[in-house]
């Protein structure tokens, strides 16, 4: 059967071009399911196959009531709730293999919005203005792959014909490229990485994987952290094994891989097995040296320049208290089993004895605030080792193991 791809677009304004993208799909022999999302005027040159005002009742107004409001902010809001509710009723149906949309910032944030409600594995592709620099509010946590638009969403010309075309292509080939599925019966365990974690969560990895589990490993940069825990979030994991929490550093300090105050709740609120470990919390991250703020800069902090876009800080034992006190309350407020296991020789690389960030008393501070604010019942266990020392991880993996039988 062939392939069938969502498009979805402001269909009023940009009718021309998606037309043309829906030609170019048709020619490549998928199916069309056509969704329109504009709220100016009834579109010329696209039929839709859920029309605007579906779109709008499913976002809780109706098209008549935007038009009448004058509110394009509004608007979009409201379109790009019901885009997701529509776009996710159809893949739930089984009536689409991939999503498809183009524009500018407002369009695009109504186009990812729908491809964001979408399981993570479902192509997506965006045709925008705004795929350059920060994209995080249109990615969020899920595979939305941007495609810049170069010239803007507007008319068909020799420059926005090969984007376009390539794009269709795109998404025509991803959707019929289909992933082998190996393993897929696994029960996963997910895991915190960063590169001062790196020994430890692979020597992890490798033992787990031996003993029949699937390791998804993420990269704890604020996005890799929500990511991950999108995915508990969404039920398709068995255990969190949580080695790499520098992301707390970010939160605590205003660093650039902040993922949050909700990080380390996901696994609480499922229920699954939670191993927490204080990994790489000793640094707060920031971009180029210049990107420090100035207050740092003037109270003689510990600075090393990872590489030249990420500047760590080590952080001191006020900010190590406080989480240490995050910590406790997330293991405490936890439905399935938890344990915090903590490298008493040193947090991350930089930490080891006689290394850089090396702050016994920092990392006491933290280790005792995660102590004395955990609730009873909840294991914590000390080892005289280093994160990255081969003792701390199969200590790790052997607690990890143990929580699973657990559940």
Known sequence: MPKTILLLGAFDTKGLEYAFVRDRLTDAGCGVICVNTGVLDEPVSMKADVSADEVARAGGSTIDALRGGNDRGQAMKVMAAGAAVVARRLHDEGRIDGIF??????????VTA????????????CVSTAASGDTSAYVGTKDVVLIPSI????????????????????????VEAEPEKVGDDKPVIVASMFGNTTECVDACREALTAKGYEVLVFHATGAGGRTMESLIDEGLVNGCLDI??????????????????DRLRAAGRAGIPHLIVPG???????????????????????????????????????????M???????????????????????????????????????DQAMFDAIRSNLRDGIPVEELDANINDATFSDKAVAMMLELMTRV
Not at 285 to 314: A, C, I
């Open 114 to 125: 729908s491809m964001r409600a979408l399981p993570v594995g479902v192509p997506k592709v």
């Open 244 to 261: 790499t929490t520098t992301e707390w550093a970010d939160q605590v300090c205003g660093g650039v891989f902040d993922a949050g105050p």
């Open 151 to 174: 010239v803007d969403v507007a008319g068909i010309n020799r420059v926005s014909r090969i984007i376009f075309t390539r794009a269709a292509g795109a998404i025509a080939g991803m």
């Open 280 to 322: 790489c919390v000793d640094m707060a991250n920031f971009g180029g040296p210049e990107t420090v703020p100035q207050h740092y800069r003037d109270t003689g902090r510990k600075f090393y320049e990872w590489n030249p876009s990420v500047t760590l800080m080590r952080t001191d034992a006020d900010e190590n208290r406080r």
């Open 101 to 110: 949309g183009m524009g500018g910032t407002g369009g695009s944030s109504v």
């Open 324 to 362: 240490g006190e995050a910590f406790a309350a997330a293991a405490n407020d936890a439905k399935g089993p938890v344990a915090v296991l903590i490298p008493m020789k040193g947090v991350s690389i930089l930490d080891g004895d006689g290394e850089m960030f090396c702050d016994r008393d920092a």
